[in-house]
């Protein structure tokens, strides 16, 4: 509810009410807890929750009705899309959601749409999709603790506070002298704590990762060994590189980093083991990530750091079952392929949703009837957020499951209220190295009449004539069978609110790679079928890049004081940060007659938003650095309201060739001060 | 009174305080945020709180950051400046407390703190970090344990100086070039 790390939590409970939050000391995290995570007590205690199921009148306000009614209105309305247009017409998404196997059971295997998808395209599509591709595996990790070398590209782990036990683990090791190394053109909060801060130009990741693997390959500091044995394609990647001329010459003409720096980087790179690679946002959001991604995964690969201490892990996943038990003939194989595909976006992890407004308004590449958003609201986090107030009036059927009256929820016809995560069960896998177990009891009382995700689930099953499978008197009978295969016991686990395997080294030394070839790919023949490149290569062809009217590269950034779209109306959050801004270098602002703490006219060629600035070094001269999240306009929360800038309206819908991701930073803008303010 | 016992004892290896780990902040204020949930019922305005300072040029630029609360002095100049005597140091652990029923609010107890930590709260009376008062020593406090790199350590100063220690030692263990990072602050 909060943000999608869920990390395992121990809640303090005074009359029903909660009062403190930390970390779980059973689990990795031990007792630490980010700022939004100790904040997120208000969520038990938030006046402007949803409290009632809504549905929306013909006037354009929300009525109040009954749980019964709303799962009817809902059910009915989802059997005649079925009939008339079949279960693919219904797509489900969902982003903050512990448990999301319920919907995925009941939308995907019950009702038999192919359309159910979590908020990926927003998110780290293209890093999933290079891990899927070089590893075969969706979601790497890493083991700081033991690296010595570190480079962390358009990441910032510390800024976001993303994994805490990785995080305190890279202080650990850099405290004990670990190099950390920091592509961003921002220095970040993890480019203060890095011995090397390289400020790129944006968008060019791709080319000092290659011209790093050219060296690497010239100098033959790879490792033959582990390149023979493991990684498929080796040989054609050197060729490829060398014969396509990607040396640290031609890439510092591209990146702006001395070729002698990517010389010495490579080097030292080669050299120093254990190592590890990794990045996030800042290559996603760009139409070139994807092979920027593949290109980085495959340097940690010919230096045979994958895997081991001190590496990017393949995280290992407990043996959690499915909550819902349903016999196999009884499974509904969709007849129609999921919207990714149909999109021309075979590979893409999660559905490309900036497209969803396409498949609602224009029918293509399929009509779309009815869309759920359970804690996700593209209406505020996907590029050109108004084409999607246009797709939802479009919708026969549109229902949101949140705790708040978001800005996707006052679009939508019908409301209902989720409880928050102290309110409800949770079981899930965590996200540490190892296979991990978290399991949270619901703390406190439903607030009003809201229902965790699972009796949500449940009634809508029941109307839909699914209620068989929906069986269970309390949540434990549903999370007793969902762990049964763990190996610890249902009340210790319940009792400790965690169970940790043991964090496996090499572990494709025994059980190989989750790829087609089995190995680590360099060469994909996965994208070569489906008519893409099979080595990474640069191309600036997608680029969207400043020009003489729009001189100015947006580069998007997060707070670290807040989750997205989802902390708005925290107060203990708003008192540290209680609007967004946008970041410009001195040298830029002087030349615009701007000072720290102007507004400005931010316009892009789609559209313009005005903003508060703040003149500041950490930027690279010709950005303007973004930080996306508030800007709620007419309900969500009375703190929440009026706050800060919705800067998505600027953003054109750009999706990333192959992966389907959002290109967010694929946007130009011109700039210029608001006088009179 | 303040002080009376514990100067007798001779030494001040008993006295609780925070050690804070410059290089481990990364400004996520957490600790913040959690010393006023824990405290929610006394707290009114923050007792603790963290300052980033960024200088230079792009794109040559240096930070920092500091959490900062009541540093529970061992000669605290609070106590003496207090002149409700407000103020005074717990026997067994050597925090300093402050009592509401005896305090008007004057600030001389903010005048005299080198680290601008007492603040006026809304009822108008001083407040400032009482060390988690109803946790027991040995027990973490509130921003300590909360804070994500584990920047804040509290316990007794004797302690606290053994673990600056051993913190040292450890990149020395893992450090081939020691002279490297033994080298001044200040060294150009």
């Known amino acids: 509810m909060i943000c999608p790390w869920h990390c395992a939590t121990e809640v303090f409970v005074r009359d029903d009410k909660v009062i403190y939050t930390r970390g779980n000391e059973n689990a990795a995290n031990k007792s630490t807890r980010c700022v939004k995570g100790v904040a997120s007590v208000h969520l038990a205690r938030d006046p402007d929750r949803l409290l009632h199921p809504m549905k929306r009148n013909t006037k354009g306000n929300f009525d109040r009705i009954s749980w019964d009614d709303a799962f009817s209105i809902i059910a009915e309305r989802l059997q005649k899309i079925k009939d008339q247009d079949g279960p693919e017409a219904v797509a489900y998404f969902w982003h903050l959601d512990s448990n999301p196997m319920f919907s995925f059971q009941l939308f995907t295997q019950l009702y038999g749409t192919p359309n159910w998808s979590g908020h990926g395209a927003a998110c780290d599509q293209d890093r999933r999709l290079a891990s899927l591709t070089v590893y075969g595996h969706p979601l790497p990790t890493k083991d700081f603790l033991h690296s010595r070398f570190v480079m962390l590209w358009g990441a910032d782990p510390f800024g976001s506070n993303e994994s805490l036990f990785e995080n305190r683990e890279l202080m650990t090791v850099l405290k004990r002298g670990a190099k950390l190394v920091v592509v961003d053109p921002v220095r970040t909060r993890t480019a203060e704590r890095a011995h090397l801060w390289l400020p790129i130009k944006p968008g060019t990741d791709g080319a000092l990762a290659l011209a790093m693997a050219y060296r690497i390959v010239e100098t033959q500091s790879y490792d033959q060994a582990f390149c023979e044995k493991y990684v498929y394609g080796f040989e054609q990647f050197a060729e490829h590189i060398q014969s396509k001329g990607y040396t640290p010459e031609w890439a510092e003409g591209i990146t702006g980093i001395a070729r002698e720096t990517i010389i010495d980087l490579a080097d030292e790179f080669a050299r120093t083991k254990p190592a590890v690679m990794d990045g996030l946002k800042g290559l996603v959001n760009y139409s070139n990530g994807l092979d920027a991604f593949r290109t980085i995964y495959i340097l940690n690969a010919i230096t045979a750091n994958v895997d081991g201490p001190g590496n990017l892990i393949l995280k290992e996943i407990a043996p959690l079952g499915m909550p819902i038990q349903i016999p196999e003939e009884e499974m509904v194989t969709p007849g129609r392929p999921g919207l990714s595909e149909a999109m021309g976006y075979p590979l893409a992890p999660d559905i490309p949703t900036q497209l969803l407004p396409r498949a609602v308004i224009e029918k293509e590449p399929y009509p779309v009837k009815a869309a759920f958003f359970h804690i996700i609201n593209p209406a505020m986090s996907d590029p050109n957020t108004r084409l999607f107030e246009e797709m939802m009036s479009k919708l026969e059927l549109s229902v949101t499951i949140d705790l708040y009256m978001t800005e996707i929820a006052q679009l939508s016809e019908i409301v209902l209220p989720g409880a928050s995560c102290y309110e409800e069960a949770q079981v899930r896998e965590g996200l540490w190295s190892g296979p991990q177990v978290i ?190 999240g508030h800007g709620f306009g007419r309900r969500f929360g009375s703190i929440a309201r009026g706050k800060g800038t919705h800067i998505n309206p600027i953003f054109d819908t750009r999706v990333n060739p192959v992966s389907g991701g959002i290109g967010y930073n694929e946007c130009k803008v011109k700039i210029r001060k608001i006088e009179g303010i | ?174 450090e081939k070039a020691p002279g490297v990072i033994l080298g001044h602050e200040n060294d150009e």
């Open chain 2, 1 to 174: 009174m303040q002080g009376k016992n514990t100067q007798n004892r001779g030494d001040l290896t008993y006295q609780c305080g925070f050690y804070f780990d410059k290089e481990k902040c990364v400004g996520c204020r957490a600790c913040e945020v959690a010393c006023q949930i824990w405290n929610d019922s006394i707290q009114t305005v923050k007792w603790r709180s963290v300052t980033s300072i960024i200088r230079g040029k792009y794109p040559e630029i240096t930070s920092v950051n500091v959490s900062l609360a009541c540093m529970h002095c061992g000669d605290a100049l609070c106590i003496k400046a207090c002149p409700r005597e407000a103020l005074s140091k717990k026997e067994e652990t050597g925090i300093v407390i402050l009592d509401q029923e005896k305090c008007v609010g004057c600030m001389l107890c903010l005048w005299a703190c080198p680290f601008g930590a007492p603040r006026l709260g809304v009822k108008g009376k001083m407040e400032k970090c009482d060390f988690c008062d109803e946790r027991p020593p040995g027990m973490k406090r509130a921003c300590e344990e909360i804070c994500p790199t584990e920047a804040i350590i509290s316990g007794r100063v004797g302690e606290l100086s053994q673990l600056a220690k051993q913190n040292v030692s450890e990149r020395l263990f893992h």
């Open chain 1, 439 to 628: 399991l949270a009891p619901p703390a406190i009382s439903c607030r009003g009449e809201s229902k965790p995700i699972y009796e949500i689930m449940k009634g809508l099953a029941q109307k839909l004539g699914y209620g068989k499978y929906f069986e269970w008197d309390t949540w434990e009978d549903w999370a007793r069978r969902t762990t049964e295969n763990l190996p610890v016991s249902f009340e210790e686990l319940k009792e400790k609110g965690v169970w940790q395997g043991e964090l496996r080294y090499h572990k494709f030394k025994e059980e190989g790679f989750q790829t087609p070839s089995g190995k680590i790919e360099a060469f994909s023949e996965t994208f070569q079928t489906n008519g893409y490149e099979p080595l990474p290569v640069f191309t600036e062809a997608e680029r969207v890049k400043p020009d003489s009217e729009y001189p100015f590269q947006l580069v998007n950034g997060k707070m670290q004081f807040h989750c997205n779209v989802h902390t708005q109306n925290n107060p203990y959050l708003m008192q540290i940060e209680g609007e967004n801004w946008a970041e410009l270098n001195p040298k830029d602002a002087d030349g615009l007659g701007i000072s720290d703490g102007d507004r400005i006219e931010v316009a892009s060629p789609l559209a313009k938003a005005s903003i508060s600035v703040r003149v500041r070094d950490e930027v690279q001269p010709g950005l303007l650095k973004v930080i996306h």
